[in-house]
T-cell receptor, first 112, second 114 residues
């Protein structure tokens, strides 16, 4: 059964810093992996989707990488801003018709 | 625009009552929908997989008689929390499988049971 772990659970950085959020998964035979953002009391916003055949995806200041062999993904945020403060969730899917399995998230605070 | 809608967005009810949450797929027909719940400061945990025209598949530890799922059409799945108790207070989120690549998530329903 797929399990997803995210480290650290919480992170506080000063504005402008580059940072990396880590995600690991136990079953390397994933179909795809997705990173989400969740603001307090709100739903999910999809940030990046990486297919199993891809190594990375980029969107603006965000870059997500995928290393299936080691069971790891990272989300890199460049030049962090206070507006980036949120919980970031990593989720993996094992096949095209199975649901995403979520990690517990990393709660990010960017201090102005 | 939104691909998945949920109604209501929040609900407060008394202990012992039943609450129905609707999940609608707005842009396409959805044979499969998923229901998750999220307790405060926890991650999303899959509760059940809802299949149109057949019985839902529940995850281990989720009581199927307490959380009734009906997926009667290709655009609507409902989750009914029966005889709700304070420990059922949570954020319930539905998700629709769009094609084979992407899960689209509803905005969630916050349930508070007094």
């Amino acid at each position: 059964k797929q399990e997803v772990t995210q480290i650290p659970a919480a992170l506080s950085v000063p504005e402008g810093e580059n940072l990396v959020l880590n995600c690991s998964f136990t079953d390397s035979a994933i179909y795809n992996l997705q990173w989400f953002r969740q603001d307090p009391g709100k739903g999910l916003t999809s940030l990046l989707l990486i297919q199993s055949s891809q190594r990375e995806q980029t969107s603006g200041r965000l870059n997500a990488s995928l290393d299936k062999s080691s069971g790891r993904s990272t989300l890199y945020i460049a030049a962090s801003q206070p507006g980036d403060s949120a919980t970031y969730l990593c989720a993996a899917r094992n096949s095209g018709n199975t649901p995403l399995v979520f990690g517990k998230g990393t709660r990010l605070s960017v201090i102005a | 625009g939104a691909v998945v809608s949920q109604h209501p967005s929040w609900v407060i009810c008394k202990s012992g009552t039943s609450v129905k949450i609707e999940c609608r797929s707005l842009d396409f027909q959805a044979t499969t929908m998923f229901w998750y719940r999220q307790f405060p400061k926890q991650s999303l945990m899959l509760m059940a997989t809802s299949n149109e025209g057949s019985k839902a598949t529940y995850e281990q530890g989720v009581e199927k008689d307490k959380f009734l799922i009906n997926h009667a059409s290709l655009t609507l799945s409902t989750l009914t929390v029966t005889s709700a108790h304070p420990e059922d207070s949570s954020f319930y989120i539905c998700s629709v499988l769009g094609g084979t690549d992407t899960q689209y998530f509803g905005p969630g329903t916050r349930l508070t049971v007094l």
